[in-house]
């Protein structure tokens, strides 16, 4: 399976993401979107002609949406992510997958604008940013006082990580994620999901591996 | 600072209407000179001193002494040289050169890349400010790196030397994987926007023959990308060059003789001088 | 000097091994709680170069530091290196820490020791943190009362509201409601208070306008 991949896009991570919480091996193949904007040039475009990245090819299926290649890897490899335990859990899921390309238009622009120099009205990106996160804190708030971590159900689904990257950087785009408690628990739980990678701008959990052993021969001072 | 020669652009990549920016806080517009090489003009329209090297076109708002810094190893043959592209980050531009010169982080910023627990020891190496050229040099610095770059098979003790030939950049000439006995020359060319905030124009000359021109930049946009969300939460924004707001240790050695030539110079845009 | 308590933050919104940015004043602080429970307020700045301590890490009982990882322990004292693992860290390198306690469900902190314990709401609990972007004034208007806690008619639910002054155009909304109350009830209140929200932040823009 061939991802056509940028390391600093977050739409290109969920896949990478949800591909290495599957055990889905995916064949990486980078595309120069910045500075080269590979993504717009004719055997990228012949793959996908709305010249965006993530594309996921697989034999015959080509797709271009990431929220599909989450359900398409969750499908595959891990079907519990696609959260379709009960007809509303089912729905739930679509809910967020499809509030998902909100937080990619405000957060995502926000970031590109600040950190690319990609053009667009910082201000409307950062105000559009701060509806979406305060709709989704009040959901995960809801959440939590039913004791889950996670959106959808019991378990983490495809739609935590349709949602998780665009939020998680966020603060690359100048938007304070400080305002957000539930959101700030979320991300964590997300971050320790067994399987978990990172990606520039979101660390892993330092905390989760035990303080190290001293270097045995090592020579100190 | 204004006689100093900074980047704006990557000459190979000049946009075809010119592309506003901020240098030391002044508007200029980058773009192409009727010829088609590269022009900058200030914000009265007037054109400004150019010159291309490294890939990128450099310029200046004053009158420089000396021509821009060489980097003859850069000449060698065999090398590849890559454009990695710009990335703006709301820092001082003189906090981003000092990350950049900084080994200790590798642990926790560049996990399993530049570094890992439980190798976090940073053993003393040697910097002096040297004289004859006036550039702030760290040699002997050595550090054990899981992938120290995208030729790298597996872990090595990664050698670097450290060079700060001008204010805003630094040169970072470590251990080629490939090329144990060569030098890999790694950049970072800074453009102060304000004092606060920056773009920086990381430029290699690697020994690299198996990786593609694509992933030799992506490593270095993840490199960079890992550092950008610290130096956006350094408190204060600017580099405080009075000892007493921040304490250092003997790793910090490079950082410190840093401070100090900028001090010495006066080169204090996007410092802090009295500990608040 | 503010010698009185500031509610900062929910007690469930900091668990044991977790580190929140918080504010006291026009100061940032670093909240973490330790891996057997202990809270901490600090200056949200590492004494090394200045990097945000709300960005660390806890393991156990201590709290690192994202940059360079030195570690600091409950009292703010630095007591390792990584770059130098046989130095002990001089007594020098210390963050400095606020005073603490928690009531109610509420982390509250002070700069110098407060001579009361800080208020506790019999019955009540925190639960939900809201930021608004208007004046802690304009938020306790809206909120039909006075001062910095206040018994809150936002529903059938009864409920306390804490207005944090987060700077002259931003304040934190802190919402304590019975212990007693069902997740359903809750729903309502949050709803209720981001109603509230609209409202002030709306008054507000018009008032600037």
């Not at chain 1, 408690?181 to 990172?198: D, K, N, Q, V």
């Not at chain 2, 990549?13 to 240098?23: F, G, I, M, Y």
């Not at chain 3, 973490?32 to 990097?51: E, L, N, T, V, Y």
């Not at chain 3, 729903?187 to 409202?199: F, G, H, N, P, Q």
Request: charged fraction near 20%.
């Amino acid at each position: 399976m061939k991802l056509y991949d940028y390391i600093l896009s977050p739409s290109c991570y969920k896949v990478r993401l949800m591909a290495a919480i599957a055990g889905v091996k995916l064949d990486l193949r980078p595309v120069d979107f910045h500075p080269g904007r590979e993504h717009k040039t004719d055997p990228i475009l012949a793959l996908n002609p709305a010249g965006t990245i993530p594309i996921l090819v697989d034999g015959a299926l080509i797709l271009t949406e990431s929220s599909a290649m989450l359900t398409y890897l969750a499908a595959l490899a891990a079907p519990g992510w696609l959260g379709d335990a009960t007809p509303a859990d089912r729905a739930q899921v679509e809910q967020w997958l499809a509030f998902s390309p909100r937080l990619t238009a405000s957060c995502g622009g926000a970031r590109l604008h600040d950190m690319l120099l990609m053009p667009g009205d910082i201000g409307a990106l950062r105000a559009s940013a701060t509806r979406a996160l305060r709709e989704l804190e009040a959901a995960l708030s809801a959440r939590r006082r039913r004791g889950h971590s996670f959106l959808v159900g019991a378990i983490p689904t495809i739609a935590d990580i349709a949602c998780f990257p665009y939020v998680a950087l966020a603060p690359d785009g100048g938007i304070d994620l400080g305002p957000y408690p539930s959101i700030r628990l979320w991300m964590r739980a997300i971050r320790g999901l067994p399987g978990f990678i990172e990606m520039p701008g979101i660390h892993r959990l330092h905390e989760a591996s035990a303080e190290p052993a001293p270097e045995i021969g090592g020579t100190a001072g | 600072m204004r006689h100093q020669w900074y980047p704006v652009g990557i000459a190979a990549k000049l946009p075809d209407s010119p592309a506003e920016s901020l240098l030391l806080g002044e508007r200029v517009h980058i773009g192409r000179a009727k010829g088609g090489g590269p022009q900058v003009t200030d914000a009265k329209g007037r054109a400004l001193p150019v010159l291309t090297r490294f890939g990128h076109v450099w310029t200046t708002l004053g009158t420089p002494e000396r021509d821009l810094f060489t980097i003859p190893e850069a000449d060698q043959p065999g090398r590849r040289l890559v454009d990695v592209g710009t990335v703006r980050v709301r820092c001082s531009p003189l906090r981003a050169v000092e990350n950049f010169l900084d080994i200790a982080h590798f642990p926790f910023v560049h996990t399993d890349i530049l570094g890992a627990e439980p190798h976090t020891e940073v053993e003393r190496y040697e910097v002096e400010i040297r004289e004859d050229s006036d550039e702030v040099w760290a040699t002997k610095v050595r550090f054990f790196q899981p992938q120290a770059a995208k030729s790298a098979g597996g872990g090595i003790t990664t050698d670097y030397m450290y060079r700060v030939p001008a204010p805003t950049c630094s040169i970072l000439y470590k251990t080629s994987p490939p090329r144990p006995g060569e030098w890999d020359v790694i950049t970072l060319f800074v453009q102060p926007m304000t004092e606060e905030l920056c773009q920086v124009w990381p430029w290699m000359a690697l020994f690299d023959d198996a990786s593609t021109m694509t992933d030799m930049i992506h490593f270095q946009q993840m490199i960079f990308v890992q550092d950008r969300s610290i130096l956006e939460n350094q408190i204060p924004a600017k580099l405080p060059l009075d000892p007493g707001l921040e304490i250092p240790t003997r790793a910090d050695m490079t950082s410190i003789a840093y401070r100090r030539w900028l001090k010495r110079h006066g080169y204090t845009y996007g410092a802090q001088l009295v500990a608040a | 000097m503010t010698t009185t308590w500031t509610a900062a933050a929910l007690s469930q919104d900091v668990p044991a091994g977790t580190a929140a940015p918080g504010r006291l004043g026009d100061r940032d602080l670093a909240i973490w709680r330790s891996a057997s429970g202990k809270i901490a307020a600090w200056a949200d700045r590492c004494p090394h170069r200045g990097m945000r301590l709300s960005h660390g890490f806890v393991r156990g009982e201590a709290l690192s530091c994202i940059y360079h990882g030195w570690r600091y322990g409950q009292t703010g004292q630095c007591i390792k290196i990584p770059a130098h693992p046989g130095l002990e860290p001089p007594d020098a390198i210390r963050v400095p820490a606020f005073a603490v306690a928690e009531a109610s469900g509420v982390i509250w902190v002070a700069d110098g020791a407060p001579a009361t314990a800080p208020p506790a709401f019999e019955g009540f609990t925190g639960f939900r943190s809201l930021q608004v972007d208007a004046p802690a004034s304009v938020v306790a208007e809206a909120l039909g009362g006075k001062g910095d806690a206040i018994r809150a008619a936002l529903g059938p639910t009864p409920a306390v509201a804490l207005i944090q002054p987060l700077g002259p155009d931003r304040s934190g909304l802190h919402l304590l409601a019975p212990l007693s109350a069902a997740p359903e009830a809750l729903d309502a209140l949050s709803v209720a208070a981001e109603d509230l929200r609209r409202r002030a932040e709306a008054g507000q823009k018009g008032r600037a306008a």
